[in-house]
């Protein structure tokens, strides 16, 4: 299967514990297959249907794994682009919602678990985002 194959039921089901394990899972060719798909998809998630993200009547649940697909995407940009990249491809208009997302905690410690460099790079790169209301609200988890 490929990457794509593989992190579509992650990102339709808000699973983002399964995405980090699928991205920590990556090596070698499966890795730079990863991430020459990930630099040419920029418009994949978008052509998910709305409906991918309903698994039944439950509002509350639909909206919680639509934000969790967003910090999949998020970290998808982490764990497969440089730090400049990274900072464009981040949903950052998504990180308004006020739900406790999972994936909240896996993007902030994929950042944290990078290299310093790359880590001033992403902020550095992200701090250029002005008027997108997440980039501050993630720049308040790296800082806690």
């Known amino acids: 299967m490929s990457f794509a194959d593989l992190l579509y039921p992650l990102v339709t089901t808000g699973d983002a514990i399964g995405a980090r394990d ?6 070698g060719k499966e890795l730079s297959e990863a991430k020459a798909w990930f630099a040419k998809a920029t418009r994949w998630y978008g052509t998910i249907p709305e409906a991918a993200f309903r698994h039944g009547d439950d509002s509350n649940a639909n909206m919680s794994c ?11 940009a982490i764990e497969l682009s440089g730090p400049a990249t990274a900072a464009k491809r981040v949903p950052w208009d998504m990180y308004w919602e006020h739900h406790k997302c999972v994936g909240d905690a896996i993007f902030v410690d994929a950042v944290c678990a990078k290299d310093p460099s ?10 250029h985002r002005t008027g997108v209301p997440g980039v501050s609200r993630i720049g308040v988890l790296l800082v806690v």
Do not use: P, T
């Open 22 to 27: 699928l991205l920590a899972g990556l090596q």
């Open 118 to 127: 790359w880590v001033a790079d992403f902020v550095e790169a992200s701090s």
């Open 66 to 76: 639509w934000s969790e697909s967003h910090r999949i995407m998020a970290l998808c």
